[in-house]
């Protein structure tokens, strides 16, 4: 019973019926709606969750669309971005043990989600982050199959050449053999997907994401809220505190920056994970220019307290917070990731640096902004204006029209 309880929950919304899509009953069978999307996602944090929470609402408010959504148990979801109010507006929810890691449990999760999907019978099966993306395009059906990587593993470049041809030989079969369309969230991953796994152009959609315009908090309420001097230039950095994000290169940039006399600016670190293992150094070690936030519920809403957003990870897809952070009109520095390059250079939001352990241009180029406002306060005109091709509508748009496209196929 435990085990049945786990691997679905099936939300009933009683209050939400009148706002909620529902069959249409026909004599004897059911005339369902246009379309039914099962939205599967293992990695169901940061902004992969934000994705899919932006997706869910997004397709909710267009109507005409059956929303089933599988998600992992445990650590993996947060159910902080995907919260109450995303679950209630699908169809069904369904919660499976899927890990991160690759083992003997995948078998078991595969059987699950095979028996899942087969249960909805989709007409679109839409896969998020890399293992979920394995495990669904595993699950044969009538539907089509849609893959999103959001930063395909390969991108890694810390891969070893072992792992590099494992994952490569994985993403390449999958990708020529058992996938309608993968749609690829920058140019870089779109060439990468290409040039690298051989997947054939045909296969591959790009749609870079998009988010929408969230109420903040003003600058000074922000300030206040999270204990940050009113009178600093501050720094943000929101994401996982891992190695992937650099946040140990963040700490030696802070470090940089303190030992250059510039008293007044302030790195304010927000995000899950333990703040110690990711930057390489002890609490008692740290800058006293740094001040780790941890975890926040809407992380979005405190962007405001920010004056430059610094991005230094190793690798991306597309940084789905640089979007949050440029709706919030806050300039960016960040290293030369996937989608960072076609984002802010293009766009004029800030700059970008080179990709290395080697911190010395990111910290110059943080220390020239922070003494520069009008250069900043020109920078943050070109977010307000450069947002609206980057929206969660135009994005959604995109989407349900491949949806559409990949149905007409089918038929």
């Not at 494992?166 to 079969?173: N, S």
């Not at 053999?177 to 993968?182: A, L, M, V």
């Not at 992380?299 to 640089?322: C, N």
């Amino acid at each position: 019973m435990e085990t049945q309880a786990a691997e679905t929950v099936e939300r009933v919304q009683p209050h939400l019926a009148e706002s909620l899509p529902v069959p249409v009953r026909v004599g004897k069978g059911v005339r369902r709606l246009a379309l039914r999307v099962a939205l599967v996602v293992e990695a169901a944090g940061g902004g992969v969750a934000a994705h899919i929470a932006d997706l869910v609402r997004e397709l909710r408010v267009r109507g005409g669309v059956e929303i089933h959504l599988v998600i992992p148990v445990g650590v993996r979801f947060d159910g902080v971005i995907i919260g109450d109010d995303v679950l209630a507006q699908c169809d069904t929810v369904h919660r499976l043990p899927m890990l991160r890691a690759v083992g003997r449990a995948d078998t078991i999760a595969f059987a699950r989600l095979f028996r899942c999907l087969h249960k909805i019978s989709p007409d679109i099966v839409h896969s998020h982050s890399s293992k979920a993306g394995a495990l669904a395009r595993l699950c044969f059906g009538p539907w089509k199959q849609v893959y999103t990587p959001h930063a395909v593993y390969t991108l890694n470049p810390y891969l070893s050449r072992g792992q590099r041809r494992f994952y490569g030989l994985v993403e390449g079969v999958l990708g020529r053999f058992r996938s309608d369309r993968i749609i690829a969230v920058s140019v870089d991953e779109a060439e990468h997907l290409q040039r690298v796994l051989r997947i054939p152009a045909a296969r591959i959609e790009t749609i870079f994401n998009g988010v929408k315009k969230q109420p903040l908090l003003t600058a000074a309420e922000a300030r206040s809220a999270l204990g940050l001097p009113h009178d600093a230039v501050v720094i943000g950095f929101v994401g996982r505190l891992d190695f992937q994000k650099g946040v140990d290169r963040l700490v030696r940039v802070a470090q940089n920056i303190l030992d250059r006399g510039l008293g007044n600016v302030i790195f304010a670190v927000m995000g899950p994970g333990d703040f110690t293992v990711a930057s390489g150094v002890s609490a008692d070690a740290t800058p006293n220019n740094v001040r780790v936030l941890g975890a926040l519920s809407q992380a979005r809403t405190y962007f405001s307290a920010f004056d430059i957003f610094s991005l230094p990870s190793r690798y991306e897809g597309f940084p789905y917070v640089l979007l949050e952070a440029m709706a919030a009109n806050v300039p960016i520095v960040s290293t030369r990731v996937s989608g960072a390059a076609e984002l802010i250079t293009a766009e004029h939001v800030g700059v970008v640096v080179p990709n290395e352990d080697d911190v010395t241009i990111f910290a110059d180029t943080i220390a020239v902004l922070a003494q520069e406002p009008l250069t900043r306060e020109r920078m943050s005109r070109n977010c307000e204006r450069a947002i609206e091709s980057f929206s969660a509508t135009t994005m959604i748009e995109r989407t349900v029209n491949l949806y559409n496209r990949l149905l007409k196929e089918h038929r």
